[in-house]
């Protein structure tokens, strides 16, 4: 299918949802039938070849992903039939408990398979005071943190600046799309609308209190970070190049949606989220060749008050390179300082 197809059919909603909920619905069926059969011979192929058991580990995962989906629709659909009786406040609750639900299960599930170990520090910065939450992107599981420490342990409301390739998953689609949750594309020529969508999400939060955004708007990689790099040596601005060539575990992050969202709430504080770990989950193959076994994910939040953040757009731009710089150092895990 290609972009432009592809794009047609995200934009129908209808279509679009007809075609994931299929999918999802025909790939739980599949995976009960062949879930038996699968397991066993990936635990005696894991034998032979692999002390760790990773393609059994991966299998279990994807059949536990499936379920933990299925669920989710399940829920969906009883919210949808009693939505009539529900007030707006209980209808929105209702969905914010869904996410926080969904989120843990995927985490913790993924924790005692793997066997992982989580060690979180700063996660008080989760309180308090409406916030933006800018968190670093290196795998599909860092998707879940903001729903697990912000709105399951500390029970704050938030809406998510996504990229528009997760509305294939129909959970995230539909309850984002109830939730206010905006989908971008973060394409060049889409870039002013889309910011101008961000600029609106921020000025709608009314209750609720925070706004996540993954500011490098794609996983990282070395081939990825290698065409930023040439892309900051075409732009002749001298301080994005400088700043390119310091990241080492990080994407340099696409500010002009941040900028936007800082500029329409100034009110807001801004927490970062930076985190190690995860850097053999980038993929499905890094996944069954044992990426995420016995892997300690180390998490760090930090909180910027409204009152220290520049108003200057020349200085806010410094201060958010500043800023990201902290999270690529972060991201180390060797230098990543922690408490449990």
Request: net charge positive.
């Amino acid at each position: 299918m290609t972009r432009q197809r592809m794009e047609s059919f995200f934009i129908n909603s209808y279509s679009r949802r007809m075609m994931t909920i299929a999918v999802f619905t025909v790939g739980c069926i599949v995976a009960s039938l062949l879930f038996p059969v699968a397991i066993v011979s990936a635990f005696v192929g894991d034998l032979v070849f692999s002390r760790t058991l990773s393609v059994t580990r991966a299998l279990l995962q994807a059949y536990v992903f499936l379920a933990v989906e299925a669920i989710g629709l399940f829920r969906i659909v009883i919210l949808t039939v009693v939505r009539p009786g529900m007030s707006e406040e209980c209808w929105v609750a209702a969905h914010e408990r869904l996410i926080g639900w969904w989120a843990r299960a995927h985490l913790d599930w993924t924790r005692r398979i793997f066997r992982i170990q989580i060690v979180v520090e700063g996660e008080d910065a989760l309180g308090g005071r409406p916030f933006i939450l800018v968190v670093r992107h290196a795998s599909v599981i860092d998707n879940v943190f903001p729903a697990v420490f912000a709105i399951e342990r500390h029970r704050v409301s938030m809406t998510w600046v996504l990229n528009w390739t997760l509305m294939r998953d129909p959970c995230i689609d539909i309850v984002g799309h109830r939730i206010g949750c905006v989908f971008v594309r973060g394409r060049t020529r889409q870039s002013l609308r889309e910011i101008n969508v961000m600029r609106e999400a921020s000025a709608s939060l009314g209750s609720r209190r925070g706004l996540v955004i993954y500011p490098e708007g794609t996983l990282y990689s070395r081939a990825k970070y290698a065409r930023a790099l040439r892309k900051a040596e075409r732009s002749r601005d001298p301080e994005l190049l400088e700043f390119t060539r310091s990241l080492r575990n990080t994407l340099p992050p696409q500010i002009g949606g941040t900028i936007a969202i800082i500029e329409q709430r100034p009110d807001l504080d801004v927490v970062f989220c930076s985190h190690s770990g995860l850097e053999g989950s980038l993929d499905k193959a890094s996944i069954i060749a044992g990426g995420l076994h016995r892997k300690v994910i180390r998490i760090a939040f930090w909180r910027v008050a409204a009152s220290d953040i520049p108003r200057d757009r020349t200085q806010l731009r410094r201060w958010l390179f500043c800023e990201w710089r902290k999270v690529d150092d972060l991201a180390d895990a060797q230098t990543m300082l922690v408490t449990t």
